[in-house]
């Protein structure tokens, strides 16, 4: 569309009121809901761009929640689905796709010298806290605030907390997510604030801790790095007490590198956990890790199931994802995000406003009002977010997707000429929402 001409989602507005009469609110994830002007209807995605029911063409830095990193709908990903489409869909058995599948995730991820096949990041997550209080015979599992591993009820606690009902930064309080959720599963947590190696420390030293889960670098929240000898501290105490070590690298995997956050930052937990961007869309996850704890599903009395686990097509389609995540592409793909985040950088600064811009190549975060890069929940949570929902929503209505949060994603189809147009929305957006 022409620069200044702001761009109509009525159409998308008036399909997804239609059709709440059959899907609850018309979405099928909450977190589809809520953003302004409010859920949008899409026709089509290529490369860098999505195309709603309005007609317009959109930059996408969802790309798919930080699933698409090679961006929509690539060639070497569609083929290998549609080959296997042709030789069958589902088994309930093994085919040798799994196996090539499970042999490229062992050589590319630090951790994993044994693998199990999921279809969620929820679910797999499931799957590492069951096998943590299986291996160690203890039930608490340390979870920080901020962090998200899922929705299930045993997890989904103070994953982003009203800072009135958060308790003290010391000794937070564990803040259900959601109505309907079994209170008592709160007894199973221990909820403490992340980037603080003295709170791991002293917890872990009371000796009934099976876990620490965690976010290696936390993107949910913010993007924020684990402060220098953070990990290797929380390994050390991990190892010292007894406490398995578990990353959540739904989103840093095969995002932050080929490797996940543990090659980035050199620290290799016991038993870590993908979904996201391994198969570009696909419902693919995966819980990968030491050999002796992954291996207590098949001899260990751990039970672990699904009926799409492996699922013949989805791995044909994480094949083809891996297939195109070659080294080279995260370089020449970390170019175009590194110079994204700075073009974001300075144009704020020069429209007099106050943000942080931190994060990685591929996934960064902007946050407006912070003095200082947050460096945890508590810190992330005094942002100013109604300012940055307003800056979102003068993205989109210039032809820029990106969440209310404050996340982005980049795949490699932002290359710099898809950099150069976002840029010029950037600033046109920047100008509408400064302070006059
Ligand atoms: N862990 C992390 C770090 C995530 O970001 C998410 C999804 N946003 C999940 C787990 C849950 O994954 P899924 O939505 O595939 O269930």
Request: glycine share 12%; hydrophobic share 45%; with cysteine.
């Amino acid at each position: 569309s022409p620069m200044g001409e702001k761009l109509n989602f009525d159409r998308s507005a008036k399909v997804i009121a239609e059709n709440s009469r059959f899907v609850a609110g018309g979405v099928n994830s909450n977190f589809r809901l809520g953003m302004q002007p409010g859920p949008l209807v899409f026709e089509r995605g290529e490369g860098p761009y999505l195309f709603d029911v309005d007609g317009n063409r959109l930059i996408d830095y969802y790309c798919g929640m930080g699933a698409m990193v090679l961006g929509h709908n690539p060639l070497g990903v569609r083929q290998a689905v549609k080959d296997q489409v042709d030789r069958g869909i589902l088994f309930a058995g093994q085919a040798p796709i799994e196996f090539e599948a499970a042999r490229i995730i062992c050589e590319r991820i630090p951790s994993a010298e044994r693998i199990r096949f999921g279809s969620s990041g929820s679910e797999v997550a499931q799957a590492a806290m069951r096998l943590a209080r299986a291996a160690t015979g203890r039930r608490t599992i340390v979870k920080f605030e901020g962090h998200y591993h899922g929705w299930f009820d045993n997890i989904l606690w103070s994953t982003a907390p009203a800072l009135d009902v958060a308790g003290p930064e010391g000794a937070p309080t564990a803040v259900g997510g959601s109505k309907g959720q079994d209170p008592s599963e709160a007894a199973g947590l221990s909820i403490l604030g992340w980037n603080d190696l003295a709170a791991v420390e002293a917890r872990l030293a009371k000796g009934d801790v099976a876990a620490v889960f965690m976010e290696a670098a936390m993107c949910n929240q913010g993007a924020i790095s684990p402060a220098p000898g953070y990990l290797e501290g929380v390994q050390a105490a991990c190892r010292k007490h007894g406490t398995l070590l578990i990353f959540d690298e739904v989103i840093t995997g095969f995002r932050l590198g080929q490797g996940g956050a543990q090659k980035l930052f050199g620290v290799t937990p016991d038993i870590s956990i993908f979904a996201k961007a391994i198969a570009n869309g696909f419902p693919v996850a995966a819980i990968a890790g030491r050999a002796d704890l992954i291996d207590m599903f098949a001899t260990g009395g751990v039970l672990h199931g699904g009926t799409f686990n492996a699922q013949p097509v989805a791995m044909a389609a994480m094949i083809g994802t891996q297939q195109g995540l070659t080294g080279e592409h995260h370089e020449r793909t970390s170019v175009f995000g590194d110079r994204l985040q700075a073009g974001i950088r300075d144009i704020l600064k020069e429209a007099g406003i106050k943000a942080q811009v931190t994060g990685f190549p591929l996934m960064f975060h902007v946050a407006f009002g912070l003095e200082a890069p947050a460096r945890n929940y508590r810190e992330m949570a005094r942002s100013d977010k109604k300012g940055y929902s307003l800056f979102a929503l003068a993205l989109l209505q210039r032809g820029v997707r990106v969440l209310e949060r404050g996340a982005w994603f980049v795949s490699s189809e932002h290359k710099d000429d898809v950099v150069d147009a976002t840029l010029e929305v950037v600033r046109d957006a920047a100008r509408e929402v400064a302070p006059k």
